[in-house]
């Protein structure tokens, strides 16, 4: 089968096996996947993962032993625990220390044309919901994940840092909850393609931006996680969603002297992806969609993901 693989260097080949469903797993065919700053990050390095690349796809259940699963329109949650330590058994297969997570780490992912996953981890797509709306719900879950970590009240004041997909995203799940959200961002087209709602959008952090009670680092940068210190309140919430490749030398006496609470963020349930997408059908993700590319002009798809002014790139396969 196609695939587009990562051995150091990003290569489309046409002679990887394909996989073959053992007990309790799905073979599926991607149909839609989404470019993510993550695979951004693998191929600069994070993780050193090597292997079939993505994690983000809307398919359809192409092969498997339960009848009830055949012929599916399908996303998946990307993390696949062992199945039997405390964090799998709790339902945190998200945090299970042996898992392998779909084109990140230990397993093939979905830029091909087939990608294998447990029943368990595929939710089946309402017919409502487009393939175009669906390959957003794993990004769009992982930032439903802070609503799952913090308990807001619906008064706090919120920036979110970083005017990518990922922080677009923040931006919006936050906004409906909180009646004060502020994305700040430096171009001014994703800023636009942010506005939604009450969510207010600044060129820079200014002073209404400072001493918020939650700040949401979502720059994909080095320097976001000083800058969001820098903003919170005494006694705030820092937020962390940007992953680098890079470690990187940070000055963390202002979060003692602020009492700051650091909060790491990471993947987020399917289900709450979903229900945020049925509750909200003005989500305007189709503003997130810089450009699609077929599978075989992967690498220029990657090239145009990687240009500052791109939001979401997705790849069409078949
Ligand atoms: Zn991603
Ligand atoms: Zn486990």
Not at 26 to 37: M, N
Not at 92 to 109: K, N, S, T, W, Y
Not at 126 to 151: M, N, T
Request: proline share 6%; glycine share 10%; aromatic share 4%.
């Amino acid at each position: 089968m196609k695939a587009l693989s990562f051995d150091g260097k990003l290569r489309l080949r046409t002679d990887v096996p394909e996989p073959s469903p053992s007990p309790g797993w799905a073979v599926v065919r991607p149909r839609l996947a989404g470019i993510c700053g993550t695979d951004l990050q693998i191929i600069e390095g994070y993780r050193g993962f090597r292997g079939i690349l993505g994690h983000e796809f809307a398919g359809i259940v192409e092969r498997c032993d339960d009848p009830a699963w055949a012929g599916r329109r399908v996303v998946g949650e990307i993390n696949i625990g062992c199945g039997h330590c405390e964090a799998c058994r709790a339902g945190l297969e998200r945090h299970c220390l042996e898992r392998r997570v779909l084109g990140i780490a230990g397993h093939p992912g979905c830029m091909a044309e087939f990608c294998a996953l447990p029943l368990a981890n595929l939710v089946a797509v309402p017919d409502g919901l487009g393939d175009e709306r669906a390959v957003f719900v794993e990004p769009l879950s992982a930032a439903c994940e802070i609503l799952e970590q913090l308990p807001l009240r619906g008064r706090e004041r919120a920036v979110v840092l970083g005017d990518g997909t990922q922080g677009i995203l923040c931006a919006w799940v936050l906004s409906t909850v909180l009646a004060d959200v502020t994305l700040v961002g430096h171009h001014p087209a994703k800023r636009e393609a942010a506005r939604w709602h009450h969510l207010k959008t600044s060129p820079g952090p200014g002073r209404e931006e400072r001493s918020a009670d939650l700040v949401v680092d979502a720059t994909g940068s080095a320097r976001g996680l000083a800058e969001a210190v820098d903003l919170c309140r005494p006694r705030g919430t820092v937020v962390l969603k940007t992953t680098i490749a890079e470690p990187f030398d940070i000055d963390l006496a202002p979060v003692v002297r602020k009492e700051i609470t650091l909060v790491g963020s990471r993947c987020g349930r399917f289900r709450d992806g979903l229900q945020m997408l049925h509750d909200n059908p003005d989500l305007p993700l189709e503003r997130l969609v810089t450009s699609r590319y077929p599978l075989e002009s992967a690498g220029e798809a990657f090239e145009r993901a990687r240009q500052r002014e791109s939001l979401k790139v997705l790849l069409e396969i078949q």
